[in-house]
C-alpha cells in the first residue's frame, strides 16, 4: 500500500519536473536564436552597415541601405491597403456578422489566415506581375496584404468585441464622423495604391477584431439597445475610442508578422541590389536580402546576413513590444 | 460600406482559387491524377509529377509534430497546472515570442547553428544506436529532412502551446479538486481530470500547428535539401511543395512547367484549408459541448 503510493508521488514528482524541463527547453530555444543573432550580427552593425547598398559579391564592405528602406516602404505600403480593409471587415464582423455572411466572411478569414504565404505569392504574381510585365515593389506589397487582412480582420473583431456597452455610448458622443471620414479615405488611397498586400492583411485583421468583439457581454449589449442607441453608431464609437488600444494591437501585430515575411515576395518584390524608391520598380527588403545571403558562398555574405537578421529581429520585436504595452494600457489593471 | 468591405475577403477567397485552379489547369488536363503520385520531375522532358514533394511535405510536417506536441503540451500544462505565479506571464510570453521570430531568420540560424548541432551531437549517437534501421540510414550532409523538421517543430511549438494553453485554462478548477479530493497526486489529477476534459480542444491546437507547419515555406527551403526524390531516411534530404514553388517559379521557362507549379500550390492550398478547416471544426465541437476552447480560437 505505502510503497504503491511511494510509486504515485514519484511519478508525479518526476512529471511534474519533466514539463518543469520542457518548458525550460522551449525557453532555451528562444534564448539560443536571439543569442547567436546578437553575437553574430551585433559585431557588424556599424554606420557604414544602414547607409552604404550592397557591393558586388566577394568583396569586402557594403550595406544594406536598400533592403532597410525597402522593407519600410513595402511593409508601409502593404499596412496602408491592409489596414483598412481589415479593420472594416473586424468591425462588420463583430457588430454584423451574426448572420450568414457573417458567418461565411469568417470562414473565409479563417481560410486565407491559414493560407500559405508561398501561395498567396504566386497569386500576386498572375494578378500583378505578369499583366504589368515586370516585377514591382507594388505587388509585394499587396502580397503582404493580402497576409495581413484575414488576421487583422479577425483581432479587430476581438476586440471591439471587448468592449462593453457603456464605453460605447460614452464614445458615441465623441467622434462619429471624423472617424468615418478618415476611415473613408485612408480605405479609398489604399484601394487606389495597392490590392495585393490588402489581400494577406485583411482576413488576419477580420478575425482579430471578431474575436475582441465576441467578448462583450449580451447584457450590455441589450442595454445599450435598450437605450435607443443605433447599432452602428453604437459600433463605430466602440471603435473610435475602448477598442482603439485593442485594433491598435492587432495592426501591430500584423505589421510585424508581415514585416519579416521572405516566401510572397519572391515573385513579386523580387529584391534589387541597387537603391530603389520607385514602387513600380523590382526592390530590396531585409528577408529577401537575409535569403539570398545566408544562402551564398561568401563568408562575407554570411556576415551581413547574420548583422541584417539582427536588425530585422530588432524591427519585428520593437513591434510586438509595442503591441504588448498598448494591450497593457487598456488592461492594465486587469492582469 | 462595411458590408462592401466584408464582401472583399470571399471575392478574394474566390479569386486566389480561381486563379489557382485556372493556371493549374494545363498541368492537370495533361497528367491528371497520375500527377500526385508518379516520382519523376523533369523540366526538359516535360514531365512532371509531384509525389516526392506530397510525401516530403507530410514527412517534415509529421516530424514536426512528433518533436513539438510532447514540448508544447508540457509548457501548456506546465505553465497551467504547476509553474509558480510569478513565472506564468513572463515564460509564456517568451514561447510566445518564439512567433515573432521571421521564417527567413529561422533559416539562417538552421544553416549556421542547428546544422553544425545536429552534426556534432545528435547524428552520431542516433546512428551509432538506430543506424541500421531505414529511417537513419545514409549518409548526412546536413541539409535534411531531420533539419527541415527540427526547424519547424521550434516554429509551431509557440502556436500548438499558446492555444493549448487558453483550452487548459479553461476547464472548470472543480475538474481538479474533484480527482484531488479522490486522492489523486497532482500529477494524475492532470493527465485523468484536466487533459481528457479539453482533449478535443488540444487536438484542435495541435491541427493548427499541423497547419502552419504543412504551409511554411522559408526555412524548409533552406535547410532540407531541395531533392527529388522519396526516402524514409531522415538524414536524406527531401523536398516540400512550398519549398519547390520558391526555388523553381522563377525558373520555369515553359508554360507547362509553370502550370505543374500552379498545380503544387493548388495541392497545397486545398490541403492546408483541409486541415485548418477539421481544426476549427474540431473546436467547435468541443465550444458547443463543454465550452473548453472555445476562448481559444
Not at chain 1, 541601405?65 to 464582423?93: C, H, K, R, S
Not at chain 1, 495592426?251 to 520607385?278: D, M
Not at chain 2, 506546465?78 to 510569478?86: I, M, N, Q, R
Not at chain 2, 519547390?244 to 505543374?260: G, K, Q, R, V, W
Amino acid at each position: 500500500m505505502s510503497a504503491r503510493r511511494l510509486r504515485r508521488r514519484i511519478v508525479s514528482g518526476a512529471m511534474t519536473a519533466l514539463v518543469a524541463v520542457l518548458s525550460f527547453v522551449a525557453v532555451l530555444a528562444l534564448v539560443l536564436i536571439l543569442g547567436y543573432l546578437v553575437a553574430k550580427g551585433a559585431s557588424s552593425l556599424d554606420w557604414s552597415f544602414f547607409v552604404k547598398n550592397p557591393v558586388p559579391a566577394g568583396q569586402a564592405g557594403g550595406g544594406v541601405a536598400n533592403a532597410i528602406v525597402g522593407t519600410v516602404i513595402i511593409v508601409g505600403l502593404a499596412a496602408l491597403i491592409g489596414l483598412p480593409i481589415g479593420i472594416g471587415t473586424g468591425l462588420y464582423l463583430a457588430e454584423y456578422g451574426s448572420g450568414r455572411l457573417g458567418w461565411v466572411v469568417r470562414f473565409v478569414a479563417d481560410v486565407l489566415n491559414g493560407t500559405p504565404s508561398i501561395v498567396v505569392g504566386i497569386f500576386a504574381w498572375t494578378w500583378l506581375v505578369k499583366p504589368m510585365g515586370h516585377f514591382s515593389a507594388l505587388a509585394g506589397s499587396v502580397a503582404l496584404a493580402v497576409l495581413m487582412v484575414p488576421m487583422l480582420a479577425r483581432t479587430t473583431e476581438e476586440m471591439v468585441r471587448l468592449v462593453p456597452h457603456s464605453l460605447r455610448e460614452a464614445a458615441l458622443a465623441l467622434g462619429y464622423p471624423r472617424w468615418r471620414t478618415s476611415l473613408r479615405v485612408i480605405a479609398r488611397t489604399a484601394l487606389a495604391g495597392s490590392v495585393a498586400l490588402a489581400v494577406l492583411m485583411v482576413p488576419m485583421l477580420a478575425r482579430t477584431t471578431e474575436e475582441m468583439v465576441r467578448l462583450v457581454p449580451h447584457s450590455l449589449r441589450e442595454a445599450a439597445l435598450a437605450l435607443g442607441y443605433p447599432r452602428w453608431r453604437t459600433s463605430l464609437r466602440v471603435i473610435a475610442r475602448t477598442a482603439l488600444a485593442g485594433i491598435v494591437t492587432g495592426c501591430l501585430v500584423g505589421i510585424a508578422r508581415v514585416a519579416g515575411e521572405t516566401a510572397p515576395l519572391l515573385f513579386t518584390a523580387l529584391g534589387n541590389l541597387n537603391f530603389s524608391t520607385s514602387v513600380l520598380q523590382p526592390m530590396q527588403t531585409l528577408s529577401l536580402q537575409i535569403y539570398v545571403y545566408a544562402t551564398g558562398p561568401f563568408d562575407e555574405w554570411h556576415r551581413l546576413a547574420w548583422a541584417a537578421a539582427l536588425v530585422l529581429m530588432g524591427l519585428v520585436l520593437l513591434l510586438s513590444l509595442a503591441a504588448r504595452w498598448a494591450i497593457r494600457q487598456r488592461h492594465g489593471a486587469a492582469r | 460600406m462595411l458590408t462592401t468591405l466584408a464582401l472583399l475577403l470571399p471575392l478574394l477567397l474566390l479569386a486566389l482559387v480561381g486563379e489557382l485552379a485556372v493556371s493549374a489547369w494545363p498541368a492537370i488536363r495533361r497528367f491528371g491524377l497520375s500527377f500526385l503520385w508518379t516520382s519523376v520531375w523533369d523540366p526538359v522532358a516535360g514531365i512532371y509529377g509531384a509525389a516526392p514533394m506530397i510525401f516530403g511535405t507530410l514527412a517534415s510536417s509529421l516530424l514536426a509534430l512528433l518533436l513539438a506536441v510532447p514540448l508544447a503540451l508540457g509548457v501548456a500544462i506546465y505553465l497551467t497546472e504547476f509553474a509558480p505565479k510569478w513565472l506564468r506571464q513572463p515564460v509564456a510570453f517568451l514561447v510566445e515570442l518564439l512567433a515573432a521570430i521571421p521564417s527567413v531568420v529561422y533559416g539562417l540560424w538552421g544553416i549556421f547553428v542547428l546544422i553544425p548541432f545536429l552534426r556534432a551531437v545528435v547524428v552520431p549517437p542516433l546512428r551509432a544506436t538506430l543506424g541500421w534501421t531505414p529511417f537513419l540510414s545514409g549518409v548526412f550532409y546536413g541539409n535534411s529532412l531531420l533539419a527541415g523538421g527540427v526547424i519547424l517543430a521550434i516554429m509551431i511549438v509557440p502556436y500548438i502551446a499558446a492555444v493549448s494553453r487558453e483550452v487548459l485554462l479553461a476547464v472548470p478548477v472543480s475538474q481538479r479538486e474533484a480527482a484531488l479530493g479522490m486522492g489523486a497526486t497532482r500529477w494524475e489529477a492532470v493527465w485523468t481530470a484536466v487533459v481528457p476534459y479539453g482533449r478535443a480542444g488540444l487536438i484542435g491546437a495541435v491541427i493548427l500547428g499541423l497547419g502552419r507547419a504543412l504551409g511554411e515555406t522559408m526555412a524548409v527551403t533552406m535547410l532540407i535539401g531541395n531533392r527529388h526524390d522519396i526516402g524514409l531516411s531522415v538524414l536524406q534530404p527531401a523536398y516540400t511543395m512550398a519549398a519547390a514553388i520558391a526555388n523553381e517559379f522563377s525558373e520555369a521557362t515553359t508554360d507547362l512547367y509553370l502550370s505543374a507549379l500552379f498545380e503544387v500550390g493548388l495541392i497545397l492550398f486545398v490541403i492546408t484549408v483541409a486541415v485548418n478547416a477539421l481544426a476549427r471544426l474540431m473546436i467547435w465541437r468541443v465550444a458547443r459541448g463543454t465550452a473548453v476552447g472555445s476562448r481559444a480560437l
